[in-house]
T-cell receptor, first 116, second 110 residues
Framework: AQKVTQAQTEISVVEKEDVTLDCVYE???????LFWYKQPPSGELVFLIR??????QNEISGRYSWNFQKSTSSFNFTITASQVVDSAVYFC?????????????FGEGTQLTVNP | EAQVTQNPRYLITVTGKKLTVTCSQN?????MSWYRQDPGLGLRQIYY???????DKGDVPEGYKVSRKEKRNFPLILESPSPNQTSLYFC?????????FGPGTRLTVL
């Protein structure tokens, strides 16, 4: 069975602060995929990133960066110089490679509020 | 435009009245799935379909039915809705490994 834990239920920061959203996962599978999705106030789910468990290289995309550490089963997401438009619920998710992405387990989500 | 659509977007109904939430994708994806989102629980998978006429249970299938008679459509059926099925429902289709989600359907069962 898979489990994804996002211990931070809510985070509030002031614009331009850096913020890190934590994600810890549990799985017995040796290969798997990890995802982050964003849910802005409008409600849709927006795909942000996918990482393969066999690729521990960190990734940066603009103000977003992701730190994958297999040793600690974590896949944390950092927003640098946060903006009001970053306010959203962020979900971390896990999918065993054996299911080819069919079975997706989500964390509880972290509500990020960026105040002007 | 490539997209997943759901209808209706909002629905208020009463206990026991059968309803169907439709989901359609125009990307010729073989895989489709349904999730429900509840506060504090994230999204949980209800059913998924690997292709036409191939469906399987997710983590919370009780009280739901699905069918996949054609590739583009994957309706979610609640034969006898109950208040604990009040939730936000998302349909998704998959390209490669990544799932892309529809806009959501907010269902309230009174």
């Amino acid at each position: 069975a898979q489990k994804v834990t996002q211990a931070q239920t809510e985070i509030s920061v002031v614009e331009k602060e850096d913020v890190t959203l934590d994600c810890v996962y549990e799985t017995r599978d040796t290969t798997y995929y990890l995802f982050w999705y964003k849910q802005p106030p409008s409600g849709e789910l927006v795909f942000l990133i996918r990482r393969n468990s066999f690729d521990e290289q960190n990734e940066i995309s603009g103000r977003y960066s992701w730190n994958f550490q297999k040793s600690t089963s974590s896949f944390n997401f950092t927003i640098t110089a946060s903006q009001v438009v970053d306010s959203a619920v962020y979900f971390c998710a896990l999918s065993p490679r054996s299911t080819s992405g069919s079975r997706l387990t989500f964390g509880e989500g972290t509500q990020l509020t960026v105040n002007p | 435009e490539a997209q997943v659509t759901q209808n209706p977007r909002y629905l208020i109904t009463v206990t026991g009245k059968k309803l169907t939430v439709t989901c359609s994708q125009n990307m010729n994806h073989e895989y489709m799935s349904w999730y429900r989102q509840d506060p504090g629980l994230g999204l949980r998978q209800i059913y998924y379909s690997m292709n036409v006429e191939v469906t399987d249970k997710g983590d919370v299938p009780e009280g739901y039915k699905v069918s996949r008679k054609e590739k583009r459509n994957f309706p979610l059926i609640l034969e006898s809705p109950s208040p604990n099925q009040t939730s936000l429902y998302f349909c998704a289709s998959r390209w490669g490994i990544t799932q892309y989600f529809g806009p959501g359907t907010r269902l309230t069962v009174l």
